[in-house]
């Protein structure tokens, strides 16, 4: 739980990164086939080292939530980010949305992207993150199977109205399902960042929001879920939006280009800011109280 003693400022924040590359987003599925993955350039190598980079100079440790094919292609830039004292957690195999898969089919890739991280990382995997945060009323037994699978925690859950997901009668800080929705067998659902205003809940964890936003705004709604509701927050963001010089994909709508090109420039520095604006640690420490013991 978040570290208070005596003052807001002191809280522990979890900081996460979603490791995919700029072709593997939800928003490009229709546009771009995942057998045609094997042929793009990746970036995603190149901003991970930026992002360790950033981490470094702020004496941050966070969560790397990794898909199983980025890993697969780039097992050093795995272990350097476990060699660095980060937390490796899964992301699944290859970004399919938990709405799109059957129990069978979850079951079997979040096995699979488990043990292959961990069997490249050399490190238990306790977290999980379903692409696009797509666990939601219609799919709870997603959180039964990533119990029965040995995952810990799952931070898959975004309770908010959104066209593309979200679940906004969800608890907005960590809770057990077990209570909540009899679901999750003693996991752990640790949800994406959100401030409460004006009797409507507000994303403010990342992700688009955090990029649309001036940064001013964002770090008062911060400072407004350690300051008034004592909790640790949970910001997410992607390798490919610290990087303006990624290939543009065509023939996409307006709506989706805005949020995935928008602002792309100033994210590193806005990253800058909050790292130094406030305090971050890794998923495990701040949550659950602990780092992955070796395997
Ligand atoms: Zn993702």
């Not at 899964?90 to 079997?108: D, N």
């Not at 990087?243 to 949020?259: A, C, H, N, S």
Request: aromatic share 12%.
């Amino acid at each position: 739980m978040a570290v208070s003693a005596g003052s807001e400022s002191l809280i522990v924040n979890a900081m996460s990164v979603d490791v995919e590359d700029y072709f593997q987003v939800s928003a490009f599925e229709r546009h771009i086939a995942r057998q045609d993955w094997e042929h793009l350039p990746c970036r995603v190598e190149a901003n991970v080292e930026r992002i360790l980079t950033l981490f470094e100079r702020h004496k941050v440790k966070a969560t790397f939530f990794m898909l199983g094919w980025v890993a697969e292609r780039y097992p050093a830039m795995v272990r350097g980010i476990v060699a660095a004292g980060h937390e490796l957690a899964s992301h699944g195999y290859e970004h399919i949305r938990v709405v799109q898969q059957t129990p069978e089919a979850f079951r079997a890739d979040v096995i699979h992207t488990r043990q292959l991280l961990e069997d490249i990382g050399g490190c238990v995997i306790q977290g999980y993150r379903a692409a696009s945060y797509s666990i939601g009323r219609d799919n709870l037994w997603a959180l039964d199977v990533l119990a029965e699978t040995g995952h810990r925690y799952s931070s898959s859950i975004y309770p908010i109205r959104h066209d593309l997901y979200g679940m906004p009668e969800a608890p907005r800080f960590p809770f057990n399902p077990d209570e909540a929705f009899k679901r999750g067998n003693g996991l752990l659902e640790i949800p994406v960042t959100t401030l409460k205003l004006g009797g409507r809940t507000w994303p403010c964890g990342g992700g688009g929001y955090f990029r649309l936003f001036p940064y001013a705004l964002s770090r008062w709604a911060l400072q407004r879920v350690n300051q008034d509701d004592g909790q640790a927050a949970v910001f997410y963001f992607h390798p490919w939006e610290i990087d303006p010089e990624q290939p543009r994909q065509q023939g996409i709508g307006l709506k989706t280009r805005v949020r995935h090109y928008l602002n792309l420039n100033r994210m590193e520095s806005r990253l800058d800011r909050l790292l130094g604006d406030f305090r971050w640690g890794r998923m495990d420490q701040v949550f659950l109280g602990q780092s992955g013991a070796l395997a």
